[in-house]
């Protein structure tokens, strides 16, 4: 029993033709007189009788029609929607490589602002290591990749200046700073420090910040995240110089005391990075549209 066998005996019952429901469902009378005697052997009983030249259902029939016509309804209406779903053009997608402070930190609200004016558009974010997102511009991976101060040129890639983080100090609950609400860039002197590892482009910006100024510290501990770095700090194995915007509000005052350096502005920028080749596609060019001019990230806001 199939679904085209239930279509032909509701056609035979609603027609009371054997000629139309062939014509309906393009069988032959004989081919419609095959299947209806099929039905009857599998269900066992007999589905309808002819009177005066009529076809009239029998009580077997009848509970049978009931189920057949809204098996074949739900049939016909699946098929609709599946092939109009198919029929649909589907939704522009905008894929963002970012590194994890960019991603969860600021790209966030970039995002959420693009599509409210957008909300077709799909939009994918992976969080990669600052070297990957180099190749998955290149390479077409992604349409778009962020990142903190670049630490080299491509003749391939544009760099647009998109937001700056405010950098501050960061303490634990334990330390002598704590309760602070800023320092001066001389009392870093001499302190342990927790730093990214030197690779990091973040981590050259830091220390080129701190030769600036002629302050030398200690080196603790160096990590490759952010959040790590966080949770050392909160425990007391010393400072850091992180940007503003990964500490959240719960843990300010809580575990992390953050504390601004007063007489030395520190801001890192963040680049959203994309191929000069490549066409952008019309989602993308609405999403680059976001960002016409760069934007101050301080102290967690916009500015």
Same mark, same amino acid.
């Given at each position: 029993?199939?679904?085209?066998?239930?279509?032909?005996?509701?056609?035979?019952?609603?027609?009371?033709?054997?000629?139309?429901?062939?014509?309906?469902?393009?069988?032959?009378?004989?081919?419609?007189?095959?299947?209806?005697?099929?039905?009857?052997?599998?269900?066992?009983?007999?589905?309808?009788?002819?009177?005066?030249?009529?076809?009239?259902?029998?009580?077997?029939?009848?509970?049978?029609?009931?189920?057949?016509?809204?098996?074949?309804?739900?049939?016909?209406?699946?098929?609709?929607? !599946? %092939?109009?779903?198919?029929?649909?053009?589907?939704? =522009?997608? *905008? $894929?963002?490589?970012?590194?994890?402070? #960019? +991603?969860?930190?600021?790209?966030?609200?970039?995002?959420?602002?693009?599509?409210?004016?957008?909300?077709?558009?799909?939009?994918?974010?992976?969080?990669?290591?600052?070297?990957?997102?180099?190749?998955?511009?290149?390479?077409?991976?992604?349409?778009?990749?962020?990142?903190?101060?670049?630490?080299?040129?491509?003749?391939?890639?544009?760099?647009?200046?998109?937001?700056?983080?405010?950098?501050?100090?960061?303490?634990?609950?334990?330390?002598?700073?704590?309760?602070?609400?800023?320092?001066?860039?001389?009392?870093?002197?001499?302190?342990?420090?927790?730093?990214?590892?030197?690779?990091?482009?973040?981590?050259?910006?830091?220390?080129?910040?701190?030769?600036?100024?002629?302050?030398? !510290? %200690?080196?603790?501990?160096?990590?490759?995240?952010? =959040?790590? *770095? $966080?949770?050392?700090?909160?425990?007391? #194995? +010393?400072?850091?110089?992180?940007?503003?915007?990964?500490?959240?509000?719960?843990?300010?005052?809580?575990?992390?005391?953050?504390?601004?350096?007063?007489?030395?502005?520190?801001?890192?920028?963040?680049?959203?990075?994309?191929?000069?080749?490549?066409?952008?596609?019309?989602?993308?060019?609405?999403?680059?549209?976001?960002?016409?001019?760069?934007?101050?990230?301080?102290?967690?806001?916009?500015?």
């Amino acid at each position: 029993m199939n679904i085209e066998t239930l279509k032909v005996f509701r056609d035979l019952s609603d027609t009371g033709s054997f000629s139309k429901t062939a014509e309906l469902n393009y069988i032959s009378q004989s081919a419609v007189s095959q299947q209806i005697k099929k039905l009857e052997l599998v269900l066992k009983c007999k589905l309808y009788h002819r009177q005066a030249g009529k076809i009239l259902l029998t009580g077997c029939g009848k509970k049978f029609y009931e189920a057949s016509r809204r098996i074949a309804v739900l049939y016909d209406d699946t098929i609709r929607s !599946v %092939r109009a779903l198919g029929a649909e053009k589907p939704a =522009e997608e *905008i $894929k963002i490589s970012t590194i994890y402070s #960019a +991603g969860i930190y600021i790209i966030q609200n970039y995002i959420k602002q693009f599509l409210s004016r957008n909300p077709g558009t799909k939009i994918s974010v992976e969080y990669r290591q600052f070297s990957q997102i180099y190749s998955d511009i290149s390479s077409g991976r992604a349409d778009f990749g962020f990142m903190a101060c670049p630490y080299r040129k491509s003749s391939g890639l544009k760099m647009v200046p998109v937001a700056r983080d405010e950098m501050v100090l960061i303490a634990g609950t334990l330390s002598p700073l704590a309760g602070r609400r800023s320092v001066n860039v001389g009392e870093l002197e001499g302190l342990d420090f927790i730093f990214f590892d030197k690779v990091f482009p973040s981590r050259r910006y830091i220390d080129a910040f701190l030769r600036r100024h002629g302050v030398k !510290v %200690r080196v603790k501990m160096e990590l490759d995240n952010i =959040e790590t *770095i $966080k949770t050392a700090v909160a425990s007391g #194995a +010393g400072v850091s110089i992180l940007p503003r915007t990964a500490v959240r509000e719960d843990e300010n005052g809580v575990s992390l005391h953050v504390m601004r350096i007063s007489d030395a502005p520190f801001l890192r920028p963040i680049y959203l990075i994309h191929s000069r080749s490549r066409a952008l596609s019309p989602a993308a060019r609405n999403f680059m549209g976001i960002f016409e001019k760069p934007r101050k990230i301080a102290a967690g806001r916009e500015a």
